[in-house]
């Protein structure tokens, strides 16, 4: 019996066209209004790519698949893997730029958007079993209460997004 494949965040592909429109539209109207104003020079277009170019490695959507008991986050430069069916740490942070901290009893650690697993229930399906694995065997020692309030949060917004698709909002 083979291993069942890793999920792949779905938004990604989106996120990335997202990206690239931005970081090519700003240079765009940049070099436009240079055009128009008759100040166009190539010193100045190159400034705006860079501008752009910039704006693309702020704006890149990190990656995230899950594959069961390891999660994978992969940015522009570098990739991050944590074993979630041995979880030691969960931290919550919620604020203007909601966080969730996993880190493993190897020393891994995964930063990520819990915004991810909203969008994706098969993805926080996927960890959600690895995070039970991890419960169950004891390697959790902290984090259980924001544990339980990430959870309430991937709740909502699921039952958010099915009264929404269903037009009972």
Known sequence: ??????????????????????????????????????????????VWIWLGLLLLVVLWPTRVSAAPGLLTTRGLVRSRRVRTDRLATVAWHDGVARRLVLTDTDGGSVELDPHV?????????????????????????????????????????????VFKASALT
């Open 1 to 46: 019996m083979s291993e069942p494949a890793a999920l792949q965040n779905r938004a990604w592909g989106g996120e990335v066209r997202a990206a690239v429109g931005f970081a090519v539209l700003l240079p765009a109207v940049l070099l436009t209004a240079d055009v128009v104003a008759g100040d166009s020079g190539w010193r100045r277009a190159a």
């Open 117 to 161: 697993f909203a969008d994706n229930p098969p993805l926080w399906y996927r960890v959600g079993e690895d995070i039970g694995t991890s419960v169950s065997s004891g390697t959790l020692g902290e984090g259980l209460v924001p544990l339980r309030q990430f959870c309430s949060l991937i709740d909502r917004e699921t039952a958010r997004a």
